[in-house]
């Protein structure tokens, strides 16, 4: 495959990483109850899956861990990304969303990247 598609796919997936983040922020306004709970969801959920991308699934991850236990996380932080949006009443951003992901994934995989 030509190595603009594969920049390009690399692009994509720091989209949704962001998207992911941004998902889970919005899982955490929709279902805090009264101001408090919700700013520290809102923030929160992002922030807690933020570092442990860094820590564990980041290409410069501060933590070393196997392929298994890095697609294990990336995939936790997707999932909960997807069911957060579905439990706040998106279930067609979650589904496109995870079908991204996906896509993107197996790109990677087939790509080497």
């Not at 992002?46 to 995939?75: N, Y």
Request: glycine residues 12%; contains cysteine; aromatic residues 10%.
């Amino acid at each position: 495959m030509s190595t603009a598609a594969m920049y390009v796919n690399l692009g994509v997936r720091f989209l949704l990483e962001l998207c992911a983040l941004a998902a889970l922020g919005y899982w955490g306004f929709h279902t805090g109850q009264g101001w408090l709970p919700r700013v520290i969801l809102t923030i929160g959920a992002p922030l807690l899956a933020a570092v442990v991308w860094g820590m564990f699934v980041a290409p410069k991850a501060t933590v070393p861990v196997s392929d298994m236990t890095r697609l294990a996380l990336e995939i936790a932080v997707f999932g909960a990304a997807g069911a957060g949006l579905y439990v706040a009443g998106q279930p067609t951003a979650a589904g496109i969303l995870v079908a991204l992901y996906i896509i993107n994934r197996v790109l990677m995989v087939v790509w080497g990247q």
